[in-house]
Structures are given as structure tokens and as C-alpha cells.
């Protein structure tokens, strides 16, 4: 007995996983996972043990009724389930417990394997032949109107085998699980879903679609910066004459250094208040953090055009301003190009505003309190203390929440077409209609536009990270 529990006790991470997924397995046969629907309303929840036991189903509808009579498929999946489910079990038990010898082990992590997969296959089958085309013909129903469908205990457990199949791989070809293994999945998922799409991108931006295969060209560049694209701009009461892309670039940066200046005029003193209220009473300020979190919990789309209705000609802003008679008019603030740009800013600086609290606020609150009372004992006014000590030492949280809110804001084209009802032209609304264009010249450009953008941002980030470097070895070290 005592060298079982010193087995149980050494026993390696996979074999674990591999042990717990073969008896969720077997208790899996109990569990009800298979909810069925007759004409849209759950009608019953089926294990494969009510399967068995509980197989007839009769539904009186207003034009007729439902039979319906699970005995014979529930008794074959039944016993196949139950004999793979207990192999499974007696085999992950067995051969990691009662046997000393590497080779075996590994043998004995195979089977399990395969019984797991097996476990999975029945599973499946189950699911999708538990409605016949013959029963649906018996009672007059489509698909639509009688099916099966698994809960999320049925969706858990298909997790867990396949974690176990996994496990039980590992345990085949003879390795060990470490912890640094959890980092895998998320490797693989920043390959497909980040370093792949770009390296798309790359490759779209400088090929083009022959029918046959893909020639360099690089149209979509010429597409760009066609020259003979000129628009009319207004910046700040100034009419420019800028190429068409660039003139939309000098907006999207403008709104983007707007917005970044905005949320750090505001959010450096809230993370600062939120900060010292923490310290001083020696507990976390996690009510006051919800307020500002809070709002990005509704959907962005339903905050701008909450902003959009508090601005409007009907508006609670201006039915405010006529009702204790500073206007008698309506004021347009939407269609004033001037006062539509501050709204926009005004409205983008409330949606990031969190991203520039949080990180600031983290550092601030680690900053330990006797530093300002060593400044002070230094002569060190509370000014001299704050630009001396505090400020260079939040420095990387400030960075931090620049990174967080310009690179962003950059691209955000939600806000400003909502603002200025599509009048107002950004980068993320250029690459749209580029990509969505019919031409392979535009949709080339689109890939092209993209591309720059992600150097202009990783330039970005190169200097900001630099700077964050500084801030963070030189920081609060001279009074």
C-alpha cells in the first residue's frame, strides 16, 4: 500500500492528465450532455445511461404527436462506451502504477491513447446518428424541428479527452510534460493569427494574382501615392493641397497625438489620486478602478452614438442649452467641421481613456511612500518631489499607456465615421475600401497601406521602447 501511494506520488504530469481523462471517460457515461428538441423546446436531457434506461420519448403536438424510441441505438453505444471507457481506465491506472519498466509504460500511454480517440469517435457518433432520416420521416419533422445537440458539460468533456489523447502522446514517445509546454498553444496561436497574416500581407503587397500564379509588380504602391490624387485638406483653419492617402494619414496621426494627449493630461492625475488612495488606506481601490473599467464593458459602437445623441440638433445637450435660454436655435455641432473634429477627439479620449489609467495606475502604486518622504527630509518641495522622483520613476507606465492608446487610435476609424457620418475619411477606412475593392490594384494598395502602417507602428514602438529603457535606469535617481 505504501508504495502505491509513493507511486501515486511521484507519478509524472502527463500520466496524471492521462489518468483523470480515462475515468472522466467512464463517469462521462452518467453525465447528460445530449439535449433533445422537439419543435424548437428542449424535450429531454439524455445520458447514455438514460439512453439505456429511459429510450422512449412521446410528445403530443396540436397537429399530431411525436414517438420516438432510443432502445437499440442506445444499447450499442451504451456497451461500446462502456467497455473502451473502462480499458481506458484499467490501462492508464495499470501500466503507470503496477508496472516499473520505461518501455512498457510507454505501450500501455499508446493504448490509452487510441481508446481516448476511440472515446471521441463513439462520442461523435452518437451525437450525429441520434436522429435518423427515418425517424424524422415517421414524425413529420425536418431537421430543424427535431435534433440533438450537446450541453457544455458534453463540450468540457470533449476537452478533457482531448487533453488526455494528448498526454497520452506524450507519454508514447517518452517525454516528460513541463510546465514551459502551456506556452505551446500560444506559440502556435501567435504563428496562425499574427506572423502568418502579416507575412500575407508582405507578400500580397508586392504579388499580384495572374490566374496562373503570382508576379511581382508593384502597382498597388503606384496606386498609393498616385500624384494625381489631390484632395483639399483643412487642418486647424489651414487649406492644404496633400495627396490624397497622405492627407488621410495627417488625420489619422492627428487624432491618434490628440488622443494620446488627452487620455494622459486626464488619466496621469486619476491613476495618481487612485494610486495615494490605495496607499493610505491600505487596500486595493478596485471599486473606484470599476468606474473608469466599467464603460468598456458596453459595446463601443453603442457609446459613440450615445455621445452622437447627446450632440445632436435634437440632443440633450442642446434641448439643455434652449431650455434656460442660451440659444433659441438648434446648434449644429455635427455638421460644424470644427466642433465635429473636437467631438470626435473628445469622444475618442473617453473610449481609451482606461487603457492610459491602468498601467500608470499599476506602477504608481508600487512606488514605496518612504522615497517622498526622503525626498522631502532633503528639502525637496512636494513640486521638486513629483518631477524628481515620482514622475521619472511612473515614466514606464506612462509609455506603457501611450503604447496601449496611440497605436490604436491610429487605425480606429469606428468613432470619427460615426461622428462625422462618413465625411471624415481615416486610414482604417482607406484600407478598408481598398480591400474590399474589385480591383486587384486597390485590394495590392490596401495590402501596400498595411504594410506601412505596421513599420510606422514598430518604429513607434522601437523609440518608445527605448525610452522606456531610459525611464527605467535613470529614473527618480537625482534630486
Not at 510507454?106 to 471521441?120: D, K
Not at 463513439?122 to 414524425?139: A, P, S
Amino acid at each position: 500500500m505504501s508504495n502505491l501511494k509513493t507511486k501515486l506520488k511521484v507519478m509524472p504530469v502527463h500520466a496524471i492528465i492521462m489518468c483523470i481523462s480515462a475515468l472522466i471517460s467512464l463517469i462521462g457515461i452518467f453525465i447528460p450532455v445530449f439535449e433533445l428538441f422537439v419543435q424548437y423546446n428542449k424535450t429531454r436531457v439524455y445520458s447514455l445511461l438514460t439512453l439505456l434506461t429511459n429510450p422512449r420519448v412521446f410528445v403530443q403536438l396540436r397537429n399530431g404527436s411525436v414517438d420516438l424510441n432510443f432502445q437499440m441505438f442506445g444499447i450499442g453505444v451504451f456497451i461500446v462506451t462502456m467497455i473502451v471507457s473502462v480499458a481506458a481506465l484499467t490501462l492508464a491506472l495499470g501500466f503507470q502504477l503496477y508496472s516499473d519498466n520505461p518501455k512498457t509504460k510507454r505501450w500501455g500511454c499508446f493504448s490509452v491513447a487510441i481508446l481516448l480517440i476511440l472515446r471521441i469517435a463513439v462520442h461523435v457518433y452518437t451525437l450525429g446518428n441520434f436522429i435518423t432520416e427515418k425517424m424524422m420521416n415517421d414524425n413529420k419533422l425536418n431537421a430543424q424541428r427535431l435534433y440533438v445537440v450537446q450541453n457544455i458539460w458534453g463540450n468540457i468533456m470533449v476537452v478533457v479527452f482531448a487533453l488526455g489523447i494528448v498526454a497520452a502522446i506524450y507519454g508514447a514517445l517518452g517525454l516528460q510534460m513541463h510546465m514551459k509546454l502551456m506556452s505551446y498553444p500560444y506559440m502556435a496561436w501567435v504563428v496562425i493569427f499574427t506572423i502568418l497574416p502579416l507575412f500575407l500581407i508582405l507578400f500580397r503587397a508586392f504579388f499580384a494574382s495572374t490566374g496562373s500564379g503570382y508576379q511581382f509588380t508593384l502597382d498597388g504602391f503606384k496606386t498609393l501615392f498616385d500624384p494625381a490624387k489631390k484632395v483639399n485638406a483643412t487642418f486647424y483653419g489651414q487649406t492644404l493641397t496633400l495627396q490624397e492617402n497622405f492627407s488621410v494619414f495627417i488625420r489619422s496621426l492627428d487624432y491618434a497625438a490628440w488622443t494620446t494627449i488627452g487620455c494622459l493630461i486626464l488619466g496621469y492625475p486619476l491613476a495618481y489620486i487612485l494610486a495615494d488612495r490605495t496607499k493610505k488606506m491600505h487596500k486595493t481601490s478596485s471599486k473606484l478602478l470599476l468606474l473608469f473599467v466599467l464603460p468598456m464593458w458596453m459595446n463601443t459602437m453603442l457609446r459613440t452614438y450615445a455621445w452622437r445623441a447627446f450632440f445632436g440638433k435634437m440632443g440633450v445637450l442642446n434641448t439643455f442649452l434652449a431650455s434656460v435660454g442660451l440659444i433659441s436655435n438648434p446648434i449644429d455641432f455635427l455638421g460644424n467641421p470644427v466642433t465635429a473634429d473636437i467631438i470626435t477627439k473628445v469622444v475618442m479620449v473617453n473610449d481609451f481613456l482606461p487603457f492610459m489609467i491602468l498601467p500608470i495606475y499599476s506602477v504608481l502604486v508600487k512606488i514605496d511612500s518612504s522615497l517622498s518622504q526622503a525626498a522631502a527630509d532633503l528639502g525637496a518641495t512636494r513640486t521638486q518631489c513629483f518631477t524628481k522622483v515620482i514622475f521619472p520613476l511612473s515614466l514606464p507606465g506612462v509609455i506603457s499607456g501611450i503604447q496601449m492608446v496611440f497605436m490604436p487610435s491610429m487605425t480606429f476609424y469606428m468613432i470619427p465615421d460615426i461622428i462625422s457620418e462618413g465625411s471624415r475619411t481615416t486610414i482604417g477606412n482607406t484600407v478598408q475600401s481598398f480591400i474590399l475593392n474589385e480591383s486587384k490594384a486597390a485590394q495590392q494598395a490596401g495590402n501596400a497601406l498595411s504594410l506601412l502602417l505596421l513599420i510606422f507602428v514598430l518604429i513607434t514602438m522601437g523609440i518608445l521602447r527605448n525610452q522606456d529603457k531610459e525611464a527605467s535606469g535613470n529614473g527618480g535617481m537625482v534630486l
